[in-house]
């Protein structure tokens, strides 16, 4: 369910909607989409009205699910060409655009493979490239990355990079705050169907965060935290460990390590502006 979502995404932007399993994200683009009603208001795409030009749009935007939905009897090549007959698309162009797509997707090598023959990574790079068979103006990613190790993610960053810097639009749902930062122009943040904030991750981690986080995850933190309140600094426990929000790092070490407390230390991301607007983690 989403309440009061409002939002406009311009032509080439790389654009996030972020939140936990269950905050709105995969709804509001099923409502992009055309395939979930709306109670009020009204869905915008590409300039057109939604579900009213529903047809039109889809043969303007490609779409990769958050799960993968490739034809198992089919070899990676037969299912570009399948899908692309479904825009009445044929002959020599198509041969070179498929031909472009496996090169994009780093799947030349296995264009006769079998889909059960692939590992996740690569699946999800022939997801990518199906979406982009009718060339499209506007691509919507749903979780893209899930379930796929570093390696693979990083490796789809790079298509979807080159994506972007070719103008393609991009709306992104993901619950990965690294992504986020990594890849969008701009993002929202989405919680129990609600946009919290929406700007660019370096304009929201300014905004709602200090400059640096210091984590300590020792059994005396608690005891020894709550004896401190003049330290220079926002505290949050998230279990076991205690965040500790600061622009004045060198005063809280000295005082952690004067004390003999183990820490570590990083800058503030969006996963801490996600905490702080929330009250509570970013996890699926």
Not at 32 to 59: A, F, M, S
Not at 186 to 212: F, K, Q, T
Request: hydrophobic content about 40%; overall charge negative.
């Amino acid at each position: 369910m989403v309440d009061g979502v409002d939002l406009t995404v311009p032509s080439g932007e790389f654009f996030g909607l972020l939140g936990p399993n269950g905050a709105g994200k995969t709804t509001t683009l099923r409502m992009l989409l055309g395939l979930t009603p709306i109670d009020e208001g009204e869905v915008q795409v590409l300039g057109h009205p939604i579900p009213e030009c529903e047809r039109e749009v889809r043969l303007r935007l490609g779409v990769v699910p958050q799960f993968d939905t490739l034809d198992p009897d089919f070899t990676v090549e037969e299912n570009l060409f399948t899908y692309a007959s479904y825009f009445g698309l044929s002959g020599p162009a198509l041969e070179r655009r498929v031909g472009d797509l496996l090169e994009l997707a780093n799947l030349e090598s296995r264009r006769q493979s079998r889909i059960d023959t692939l590992s996740g990574g690569m699946k999800r790079r022939l997801t990518l490239a199906r979406a982009l068979v009718n060339a499209p103006e506007l691509v919507i990613l749903d979780e893209p990355t899930t379930g796929l190790d570093p390696q693979a993610r990083h490796h789809l960053w790079r298509q979807l990079r080159r994506l972007r810097e070719r103008g393609v639009t991009l709306v992104l749902t993901t619950h990965y705050m690294e992504e986020a930062e990594e890849l969008c122009d701009r993002v929202a943040i989405i919680d129990r169907g609600r946009i919290i904030a929406c700007d660019s991750p370096r304009a929201l981690i300014a905004a709602h965060v200090e400059p640096w986080v210091i984590s300590l995850n020792t059994p005396s933190a608690r005891e020894f935290l709550a004896e401190r309140g003049d330290l220079p600094a926002r505290m949050h426990e998230i279990a076991d460990t205690w965040l500790i929000y600061t622009a004045d790092p060198a005063a809280v070490r000295g005082t952690l390590e004067a004390a003999g407390l183990a820490h570590s230390t990083r800058a503030g991301n969006l996963e801490d502006v996600f905490l702080k607007l929330t009250g509570h983690e970013l996890r699926d």
